[in-house]
């Protein structure tokens, strides 16, 4: 595995200085008279939030460079899936890349406070957190992966199913759930009495055609873009997780700019560090109402049943807030409410 992974590496490294000039140099016809040209990863397309977050800051800082300086982005892991994209911000093969908390977890394993289940009742509570806590939650990145940029919504997580309809803790009882690896999703689906599978997401799909499993905890864009709502027929709107992710700078390329290209870097994307989260509402509802349209039951909990879903995953929060700081778990439970 070491050793696929440093193949990756290397061929990913003459790829880019073939084809480009990280941070300097000439990249093709429409950044000709950039000066640098920052390589950006990702695995995800263009038409989400974070797509046209990074579109739109890679037009911000032409327009104030005089197209000194900009981005070239690379979708849907044209340059290697997450861990080949971490990876290479570590050593420096790509500019920049966009990870989300599970992978950067890995690596730093802070950002984890953010995914206790129902830590995040609001956008607004989660810009009260990255004002107040933001260098608390990214500190271990930038020792051990990279340069932070910023906190992006990724979208809140919730329970699609195929056959059972869920309202309620009882109705999760026995339901063979896919979920995210890390043991903190086993955990709290565990807790609402579900069993946990760590089938690969690339297996989701047939797994739930064929029943090995019941449903899946994910955001809308992932039940909508996938058509899930062909062969599931309900959602329970239970956003027991708040999915964010992280744009990153490598080390080494970061510490090569020059101070105003650095510093022109910073500030825009620190202006636009709501952009996903104030676009996550409204993208969630066109994708629910796609959902509706071919079928799917969208069930919304009650306030009451809400609070029986938070009771119900007390021991998940018991289990890591002493890893993660207690204290730090509890500022940022208590923001904003």
């Known amino acids: 595995m070491k050793i696929k992974r440093k193949i990756i590496a290397i061929l990913l490294s003459v790829v880019l200085s073939i084809t480009m000039c990280s941070c300097a ?3 093709d016809e429409t950044s000709q008279k950039a000066e640098y040209t920052l390589t950006v990863a990702v695995a995800i397309a263009e038409n989400t939030p974070s797509g046209e977050a990074l579109l739109a800051i ?8 005089n197209g000194k300086v900009t981005l070239d982005i690379f979708w849907e892991s044209t340059l290697g899936g997450a861990t080949e994209i971490s990876e290479n911000i570590k050593l420096g093969t790509v500019d920049m890349g966009l990870l989300s908390s599970a992978v950067i977890a890995n690596y730093a394993p802070t950002i984890d406070v953010l995914s206790l289940p129902f830590m995040i009742s609001s956008r607004d509570q989660m810009k009260v957190i990255y ?3 933001f260098d608390d939650i990214t500190a271990d990145i930038r020792e051990s992966l990279g340069v932070p940029l910023g906190i992006w919504e990724f979208g809140y997580r919730h329970l699609c199913t195929k056959d059972v309809e869920v309202t309620s803790v009882e109705d999760c009882k026995g339901l063979t759930i896919r979920v995210m690896d890390g043991q903190m999703y086993s955990d709290t689906f565990n807790a609402l009495g579900c069993i946990p599978s760590n089938i690969a997401h690339s297996e989701l799909v047939p797994a739930l055609q064929q029943g090995t499993v019941d449903g899946a ?3 809308m864009a992932m039940v909508c873009n996938q058509q899930q709502y062909t062969f599931c027929d309900y959602v329970a709107m239970i956003g027991y997780n708040y999915s964010v992710g992280c744009p990153i700078m490598s080390t080494s390329t970061y510490n090569n700019l020059p101070d105003d290209v650095r510093t022109l870097v910073e500030e825009v994307f620190y202006e636009y560090r709501y952009y996903t989260i104030d676009l996550g509402q409204k993208y969630e509802d066109e994708y629910i109402e796609i959902c509706q349209e ?3 039951t969208i069930n919304y909990i ?3 049943e809400m609070k029986r879903f938070q009771e119900a995953v ?3 929060w018991e ?3 002493e890893r993660m700081g207690e204290d730090l778990v509890q500022k940022i439970a208590n923001a904003s409410k």
């Open 25 to 27: 140099g000439i990249h």
């Open 58 to 65: 890679k037009d911000e800082l032409e327009r104030r460079s």
């Open 131 to 133: 004002e107040l806590y």
């Open 217 to 219: 905890e994910e955001p």
């Open 294 to 296: 071919g079928g799917m």
């Open 302 to 304: 009650s306030d009451e």
């Open 314 to 316: 007390e021991p998940v």
């Open 319 to 321: 289990k890591y807030s």
